[in-house]
């Protein structure tokens, strides 16, 4: 009898088509660098200012008991790891950025956690059981910002005891896409969980979707602290001085201003992709 199989990438190379469109993507900050340069920035201006329901809510989907053990692949500064650690018996933050690991650290000791390691690791580089052990749970949130998109998914699959989370942006991301337009370049989206889920399927790894919209705004006393976010995001590039004020501009009009400090809406569309260990994996032959 004739061999019956079934592509689950439908012929579409879902790794390279995620690693053309992030490369060409209008915003990203792809690479260690890229962050230690943007640490600073982001403990100031993001994190001490942005009121976001964005955490809450995810740990809220998240099924996690007291004696789990949970592995945060591309903490960052901790804004997962400092609460998961909380909840669970021990947390593991991973990344890449040493700089990043150092906001971590300083956020975890100030709230005396004692049972989150940080490990500093390109997470599509790691060895599983050898750098990394398994972990109940894996988690990325926003932190799939590398072109190694199968790899990275690979090792979350494989470090996992029972079950992985990803939340990653839906679709335009429409202040970006206004921030391109006050600069007169065309916007270039970054890819969206369609292509994570895609290539999950190719992999024979069939996760849940879950779409949410978090609401938030962030504060800001000093415009041009925005000006250098997008900076940072756009490729760590430099705006000549004209162009900075043109940005400034755009921010003043775009947000609130009250009692001396700016308000930017940070509400958002963002994509909950789960799959269980133990779940059904896809027959591609029989
Ligand atoms: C946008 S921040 C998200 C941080 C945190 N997960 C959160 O939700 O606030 C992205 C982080 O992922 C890290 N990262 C990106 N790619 C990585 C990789 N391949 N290995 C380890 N860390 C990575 C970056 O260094 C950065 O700290």
């Known amino acids: 009898m004739d061999k019956a199989c079934f592509d689950p990438s439908y012929g579409i190379d879902w790794d390279d088509l995620w690693r053309q469109q992030l490369r060409e993507a209008s915003f990203r900050t792809l690479g260690a660098d890229r962050w230690n340069a943007g640490a ?17 809510y995810l740990l809220s989907r998240m099924d996690l008991s007291p004696d789990m053990t949970v592995l945060d692949v591309g903490c960052g ?25 150092e906001l971590t650290i300083k956020n975890a ?26 972990h109940d749970i894996v988690l990325s949130s926003s932190s799939l910002l590398t072109l190694e998109l199968r790899e990275f998914l690979n090792r ?40 994570i889920y895609n290539q999950l399927f190719s992999m024979g790894i069939l996760a849940n979707v879950e779409i949410y919209q978090t609401a938030g705004s ?16 756009a490729h760590g590039r430099t705006f000549d001085e004209a162009t900075e004020e043109k940005l400034k501009d ?31 994996r896809l027959a591609t032959g029989i």
């Open 250 to 280: 755009f921010f003043a009009k775009e947000m609130v201003c009250q009692d001396g400090s700016y308000s930017q809406d940070m509400s958002s569309c963002t994509a909950l992709i789960s799959w269980d260990k133990a779940g059904p």
């Open 156 to 195: 979350m699959d494989r470090a996992a005891k029972q079950r992985c989370y990803i939340s990653w942006g839906v679709g335009m991301a429409v202040r970006d896409a206004r921030v391109c337009q006050v600069l007169r370049e065309e916007y270039r989206p970054t890819p969206s969980h369609i292509v």
């Open 40 to 56: 600073a920035n982001w403990g100031k201006a993001m994190d001490g200012t942005v009121s976001s329901n964005y955490v809450e």
């Open 218 to 233: 962030r504060q800001v006393k000093d415009i041009s602290s925005l000006v250098k976010t997008v900076a940072h995001r």
């Open 77 to 101: 500064s901790g804004r997962l790891a400092i609460p998961l650690a909380k909840l669970v018996r021990h947390v593991t933050a991973l990344d890449q950025s040493p700089a990043m690991l």
């Open 109 to 134: 000791e100030a709230e005396d956690l004692r049972n989150i390691k940080t490990v500093h690791m390109d997470w599509t580089k790691a060895r599983i059981d050898i750098d990394v052990e398994a």
